[in-house]
Structure formats: C-alpha cells, structure tokens
C-alpha cells in the first residue's frame, strides 16, 4: 500500500488530496493544524486506502519530522510527500505587518522547507518516492494586491524545480501544483483592508467558475504518475501562463491595469 502525507489536509486542495488517495488505495495521513477538521476529513474519505488524521505545525520543523518519522518506522517507507498547506493576504503592500508577512513566509516556504527537510533525505535512501508542492499560478506570473502571497509561491516554484534537477538520479520526483482560483476557503480570508477575496479571485478576474478541488486533485494524482514537473489548470491558467513567457513586458502591462481596476472597484 502506497504510503502518503498531506499537509494542509483539513480543508481545500488538500483535503480533496486526501480523498483522491484513500480512493487509489493508499495510507494517508491528513495532517492538520486543526485536529477537528484533519479528523472531520480522514473520516469521511471512502474507498480501498486508509486515512488518519494527525495535528501538525509546519511552521515546525520538529512537528513535520515527527510525522513523517512516524510514517517511515509503522510502514517502512514514504512514497508521497504533499507540502500542501498555506495561506493567503490580499490587500495593498503597504497595509502588511511584518508580523503578517512573517506568517506567510513561515507557513508557505519554510513550511514547505520543512517537508522536504524531512522527506527527501528518507527517499534518497530507499531509492524512490515523489514529493508534491502546491503553489498557485501566483508562482509562475505577478500581480499587486497580492504581493506577498505571490513572493511565496514563486519561491516555492523555484524550490521545485531546482530540487527536481537533483532528485532526479535517486529516483525521486518532484512536482508543483500551479492552479488558478480553485473553490476552497482560501477565497474568503486573508483579507486586508476594502478588497474582498472571492470577489477580487473571480470576478475581479473574469473567472466564473473556480477549479473544483476534486478535479484538481486527480489531475495531481495523474501527474506524479507520469512524473509531470509543473501542474498548471485549469486550460486558461495554461494559456495565460504560455503568454506570459512569450510576452513577459505585455502581461506585466496587463497585470499594472488589473490592479487599478481591482482599486477602482472597491473605491
């Protein structure tokens, strides 16, 4: 049995990870910062796997360890390392607290540093495994109002690529989950000032109907079967992100006149 842990997997994208795995057969932990939704998840998840639920901090290095210790000594190995879990603040840059942008680096790039810290080592040594990041398509092109998401997410797409490149002769992989708007709770917080979350992910952006996080989460499965690098959807997300290499001066233009329509609509 396949042996994986999610971050973040009380809610979301990772919760919806979860799922996909008990229902490919696998033993997954859900693990959690709110040990009430890891375990509301890891019971409702229906299929031939396994999953438990289990409260960790991924700010901390000693919580991740431990977890992922935990897995190695019951099961003998980790196949799938999900960094998933994150947060989000939408407003103006110069409305951030250090305090806030401390948050926001701790849990999206050192929580991610801390998954690897203590999975890939373990993958190195039984010659196999595959670790999934999720970043956002804030990762690979930039827009304000979200500048210190966006700073985390790029670092996060960098610290996958760069890591695939080196796991690739040990027989790990490494890929990153780079999704437009997906229709998780993550659209309604992180809200500073007058700029509403879903309102300023969809409408603000054209975007009628989010990425169902089910779907998501197959395509991502689907993906580290075929050892895929990046995970870009949903088709728009691929399409905005082909220009933006092509046409990196156009869509920075085209980013500067979205956030003046985003300030424009909450006055």
């Given at each position: 049995?396949r042996?994986?842990?999610?971050?973040?997997?009380?809610?979301?994208?990772?919760?919806?990870?979860?799922?996909?795995?008990?229902?490919d057969g696998?033993?997954?932990?859900?693990?959690?910062?709110?040990?009430?939704?890891?375990?509301?998840?890891?019971?409702?998840?229906?299929?031939?796997?396994?999953?438990?639920?289990?409260?960790?901090?991924?700010?901390?290095?000693?919580?991740?360890e431990?977890a992922?210790?935990?897995?190695?000594e019951?099961?003998?190995?980790?196949?799938?390392?999900?960094n998933?879990?994150?947060?989000?603040?939408?407003?103006?840059?110069?409305?951030?607290?250090?305090?806030?942008?401390?948050?926001?680096?701790?849990?999206?790039?050192?929580?991610?540093?801390?998954?690897?810290?203590?999975?890939?080592?373990?993958?190195?040594?039984?010659?196999?495994?595959?670790i999934v990041?999720?970043?956002?398509?804030?990762?690979?092109?930039?827009?304000?109002?979200?500048?210190?998401?966006?700073?985390?997410?790029?670092?996060?797409?960098?610290?996958?690529l760069?890591?695939?490149?080196?796991?690739?002769?040990?027989g790990?992989?490494?890929?990153?989950?780079?999704p437009?708007?997906?229709?998780?709770?993550?659209?309604?917080?992180?809200?500073?000032?007058?700029?509403?979350?879903r309102?300023?992910?969809?409408?603000?952006?054209?975007?009628?109907?989010?990425?169902?996080?089910?779907?998501?989460?197959?395509r991502?499965?689907?993906?580290?079967?075929?050892?895929?690098?990046?995970?870009?959807?949903?088709?728009q997300?691929?399409?905005?992100w082909?220009?933006?290499?092509?046409?990196?001066?156009?869509?920075?233009?085209?980013?500067?006149?979205?956030v003046?329509?985003?300030?424009?609509?909450?006055?």
């Open positions: 049995m042996t994986a842990i999610v971050t973040g997997g009380g809610s979301g994208i990772g919760a919806a990870l979860v799922r996909a795995l008990v229902a696998a033993y997954v932990v859900c693990a959690d910062l709110d040990p009430e939704a890891a375990a509301l998840v890891s019971g409702s998840a229906g299929g031939p796997g396994t999953a438990v639920a289990r409260q960790v901090d991924v700010t901390s290095a000693e919580s991740v431990a992922v210790a935990a897995v190695v019951e099961h003998g190995r980790l196949d799938l390392m999900v998933n879990a994150g947060i989000t603040w939408l407003g103006a840059t110069e409305s951030l607290t250090l305090a806030q942008w401390d948050a926001i680096i701790d849990v999206n790039v050192r929580g991610v540093v801390h998954g690897v810290h203590a999975a890939y080592p373990r993958m190195i040594r039984q010659r196999g495994g595959h990041n999720t970043a956002s398509m804030g990762g690979l092109m930039a827009a304000g109002l979200m500048t210190s998401y966006v700073t985390t997410k790029h670092a996060v797409v960098g610290l996958s760069a890591l695939r490149t080196e796991a690739a002769a040990h790990v992989g490494v890929t990153v989950v780079c437009a708007a997906v229709d998780t709770p993550i659209l309604d917080k992180g809200e500073i000032g007058p700029f509403k979350g309102d300023f992910y969809l409408e603000g952006q054209g975007v009628k109907h989010p990425v169902d996080p089910d779907v998501l989460a197959r991502v499965l689907a993906a580290v079967a075929a050892d895929e690098a990046i995970v870009v959807e949903p088709r997300a691929r399409v905005a082909r220009i933006g290499r092509l046409a990196p001066v156009l869509v920075n233009r085209m980013a500067t006149r979205f003046a329509r985003q300030r424009a609509r909450v006055g």
